[in-house]
């Protein structure tokens, strides 16, 4: 099915329906990515990658060897991630 037949059946634009389908895919793509950092932020007690840099500066972060740079990287690919999900929702408003 179409996006143009399915707005036909639902009686919208197929522009709306189409932003609102991006939108929904963003916010989804948001969530994933979310429920993906949580474990790492929990487990190190931290917000972002950026706040654990921080605290690494401080001397108060805590690695446990290659699991912890795993995790860190890991971790700054998903907030880089977030980053532009953000901008791109932001952009629909």
Do not use: C
Request: proline share 2%; no cysteine; hydrophobic share 40%.
């Amino acid at each position: 099915m179409t996006i143009a037949q399915l707005a036909r059946q639902f009686n919208i634009p197929a522009k709306k329906l189409e932003r609102d389908s991006i939108r929904a895919f963003l916010l989804t793509k948001l969530g994933e990515i979310e429920a993906s950092r949580h474990p790492v932020l929990k487990k190190y007690t931290i917000e972002s990658a950026k706040d654990w840099d921080e605290k690494a500066r401080q001397g108060k972060a805590k690695e446990e060897g290659y699991t912890g740079i795993a995790d860190y990287f890991q971790l700054d690919a998903l907030d880089s991630e977030k980053e532009t999900l953000m901008r791109e929702l932001l952009s629909m408003s």
